[in-house]
């Protein structure tokens, strides 16, 4: 009998203890669900202007998020020297200065220009005199009247003296000195610079005055009418590129976007693993300046998916949240992982359990949030 009553006890105590383990389970499961709950009053839910909304789907684009600057093409900037140096004795040019092609933009002295023209003379004079000589040696040897050696040391020098001719004439035309004037005896000290393109001055190396060696640039000019986009791309995203993708682009400490197309991906991965992508503008703007450091984002397709306002997202400690409305003036917060943005909406992950139905808070997110976070402190 004493048997009997130890088992009826035994089994007595179990069944409380198992409903006293579910009553315990039941408030764990409902603080855990009112710690991410908040309620408004009325007036508060007025005052947040609060809004809701319904799941989505968007044809988000995928990007790639890359680095770059602007630069234009080598034949676009350009490096001018003087070839036989020389001291330069004027220019009116200041950096930032507009020039046209043709145009005048220092001129350089030099008293080794004169020597340079009376040799051209005292040459073209007496390749005349040898010209002569050496016809008439021909002449007489074909009558055997000379001896053919003789008619040789003739066309050797004729032939010298023609080469030096020439070279000099190259070196006065590359300095632009009219040889022409050079053979009447018109010789000038001072040779002209003109700039090669249409463009702006970005340097000038020289002041009045200075010597300048031929190995020295005394101005650099860009031609920035046919600007391109040069990014750096990392290695593992070149797999992702093809000639043609959009590219969206911002300057630095500016937010007026614009748009290029890819219309070159390089063929060698630097020692920092990247490699250069060339764009090209859509629109071209003589007012942006090679050299700036600009943002991008390279468009490489389109994705279906599950998207929200970017005003619905809000952040916590490194994590993302959404909002959905429990009851009326009750919302949940619902921890979600967020993917690409594009025009105002962002993709989202959202739970496995995730009813599809549910209204999102679409405006007003922060205010839940804030709200949410400081009843927890007080708490």
Known sequence: MKSLYKTI???????????????????VE????????????????????????????KQLSKTISVSGVLDVPPQNLVSIS??????????ELLEGSKVHKGQVIAVIENMEYIQLQQDYLDNSS????LEAEYKR??????NNVTAVKTMQKAKSDYESTK??????????????????????????????????????VTQINANIGSYINPTDVVVKIVDTEHLHVELTVFEKDVPKLKIGQKVR????????????????????????????????????????????????FIETGANDAIALPDKAIVGFEGKKYIFIEAAQYHFTMVEVTTGVGEL????????????????????????????????????
């Open 9 to 27: 006890l035994c089994a007595t105590l179990l069944v409380i203890s198992a409903c006293g383990n579910k009553e315990e389970a039941k408030e």
């Open 30 to 57: 409902g603080h855990e669900e009112e710690a991410n709950t908040v309620e408004f009053t009325p007036a508060q839910y007025k005052t947040a202007q609060i809004q809701t909304g319904s799941i989505e789907h």
């Open 82 to 91: 003087v070839p036989l140096g020389g001291f330069l004795k004027s220019t």
């Open 126 to 129: 007496q390749l005349d005199y």
């Open 137 to 142: 040696q021909v002449e007489l040897s074909k």
């Open 163 to 200: 080469s030096k001719v020439n070279g000099l004439k190259t070196k006065l035309l590359l300095l632009h000195i009219s040889p022409a004037n050079a053979l009447k005896g018109e010789f000038t000290s001072t040779v002209t610079l003109t700039s090669p393109i249409s463009g702006y």
């Open 249 to 296: 682009f911002t300057l630095a400490n500016e937010t007026t976007e614009r748009t290029a197309t890819v219309y070159l991906i390089g063929r060698e991965i630097s020692s920092e693993r990247t490699v250069r992508v060339h764009c090209h503008l859509d629109k071209e703007d003589t007012e942006l300046i090679p050299g700036m450091y600009l943002k991008a």
């Open 344 to 379: 105002g909406y962002t993709e989202v992950t959202l739970p496995k359990d995730f009813d599809m139905n549910s209204k999102v808070v679409i405006n007003g997110a922060y205010s839940l949030l804030s709200k949410l976070k400081n009843a927890e402190e007080e708490e």
